[in-house]
């Protein structure tokens, strides 16, 4: 590929929508493992299947938890991990790296499909906010030590917020709740609510440099 | 809306805690808004991370055989509509905010976020920061931003253009540095391109000059 990791252009345009033909520097599943994300997503950019095949394997299984955590159930959430990937697969031309990280990209594409799919179900979000044990994945395995590692120091800086932020945090990002249903739901007025965002997010970015900083993240 | 009152909502955009119609009035504001595309940008950068709280579960053996099986179905060539990360390009809210004021009952569509927007395509063009979006059955809009207004005496005019043939698909004329959402007058079928010459006020039947715009195949 020879750093050709930019964007495609609009003049790629023609060629994307031509052929799909083997290009000869295709690389190998094993050459893309040393690529960069936003460098695999620009190959994706590219048609080049590997490509996407490559950020399942670093995303897929954190994808498949947070919709597994949003929408409770296991078909409706591998039905929400397949729709993320194919929205990165379309939209993966019109990512720009300057402006987010590709991690947080898909995360994104993947709690906005997940969300939206809660809300339809109403049933399901009056579930209380457990966290589902019943069918643990086996962490042992190198692959997703990392994901443990993830999981334990955002859990770390998430317990340091103060009780009502948390809470907010939670109820949005994991119960799919707008601002507004929060407000009524907790009792609380709607500006507070917000800034309870604000300030929780706020204060999350600043806990997880601080961890990142102190690397304390990596004892436990 | 008040801006100030518009600021408030990068948080809850970040988390998709938004109703349809915030976001919709969020997006409109962040096309125009660098302190709050600086926000979200950082928001949701934070909001991301809570994903990776979640709990461990075991994910399906087969599901990545059958998302790559289904990007290999799609082929490489649909644009996503909703890019909500692109908008240094194109500012991809204005794009979804205007999408749905260009494509009338299409908003609704769009707002509801659901399957359905699969339907409408979004088609790269050169020349400008913006895109053709295409429905299912070729109605087309051209939804661009930053595009200068044209000369004095003088006007933007769209064409269907396929091999040399070129017919009049519509006239425009951005007033400012805006977003601006163009339906074409006609239809364009597979394989067509559009494309935008500078033509004399009125419009021309045939382009008289080379097109400054013009699309990929649709």
């Not at chain 1, 409706?76 to 990280?101: H, K, N, S, T």
């Not at chain 1, 955002?154 to 340091?160: C, H, K, S, Y």
């Not at chain 2, 059958?66 to 990360?85: F, N, Q, S």
């Amino acid at each position: 590929m020879r750093g050709s990791v930019g964007r495609a252009t609009a003049s790629d345009g023609g060629r994307l929508l031509g052929s799909r033909r083997p290009r000869p520097t295709v690389p190998t599943p094993r050459d893309l493992a040393h690529l960069s994300d936003e460098a695999v997503v620009a190959l994706a950019a590219r048609s080049e299947e590997a490509a996407l095949g490559e950020l399942y394997d670093r995303y897929g299984a954190a994808c498949y938890r947070l919709a597994r955590r949003i929408v409770r159930d296991p078909a409706l959430a591998e039905d929400v991990v397949q729709e993320a990937f194919l929205a990165i697969w379309r939209g993966a031309a019109r990512f720009v790296p300057e402006r987010a990280r590709a991690s947080a990209w898909i995360m994104t594409l993947v709690h906005r499909r997940a969300v939206d799919i809660v809300r339809r179900e109403e049933r399901r979000r009056a579930l209380p906010l457990g966290e589902d044990h019943d069918e643990r994945a086996d962490e042992s395995a190198e692959s997703v030590v990392w994901l443990r590692l993830e999981r334990e120091r955002v859990q770390r800086a998430l317990a340091q917020l103060p009780d009502q932020q948390r809470e907010t945090l939670e109820l949005a990002y994991y119960g799919g709740f707008t601002q507004s249903e929060l407000a009524e739901r907790l009792g609380r007025p709607l500006g507070t609510i917000k800034s309870q965002m604000f300030t929780g997010l706020q204060n999350l970015r600043g806990l997880i440099d601080a961890q990142a900083k102190e690397g304390s993240w990596q004892t436990s | 809306m008040a801006d100030e009152l518009m600021h408030d909502l990068a948080a809850g955009y970040a988390l998709d805690a938004l109703s349809p119609d915030e976001e919709r009035l969020f997006e409109a504001h962040l096309a125009h808004c660098p302190s709050c595309q600086a926000a979200v940008a950082a928001f949701v950068e934070t909001a991301a991370e809570l994903a990776f709280a979640s709990p461990p579960v075991q994910e399906p053996a087969e599901l990545r055989d059958r998302i790559l099986a289904a990007a290999r179905r799609e082929g490489g060539t649909v644009v996503a509509i909703r890019p909500r990360w692109a908008y240094p390009a194109l500012a991809a809210a204005a794009v979804a905010a205007c999408l749905a004021i260009g494509f009338g009952v299409w908003a609704a569509v769009l707002q509801s976020r659901q399957a359905s927007v699969a339907a409408l395509r979004g088609i790269p063009v050169r020349g400008a920061a913006g895109s053709i979006v295409v429905g299912p059955h070729g109605e087309a809009a051209l939804v661009v931003s930053g595009m200068a207004p044209p000369p004095a005496g003088k006007t933007y005019e769209l064409w269907v253009m396929r091999g040399a043939a070129a017919e009049p698909a519509g006239l425009f004329a951005p007033h400012g540095k805006g977003t601006v959402v163009v339906r074409l007058t006609r239809r364009v079928p597979r394989g067509a391109r559009v494309g935008v010459t500078v033509e004399p006020a009125g419009g021309s039947p045939r382009p008289t000059t080379r097109p400054i715009v013009v699309s990929a195949p649709l």
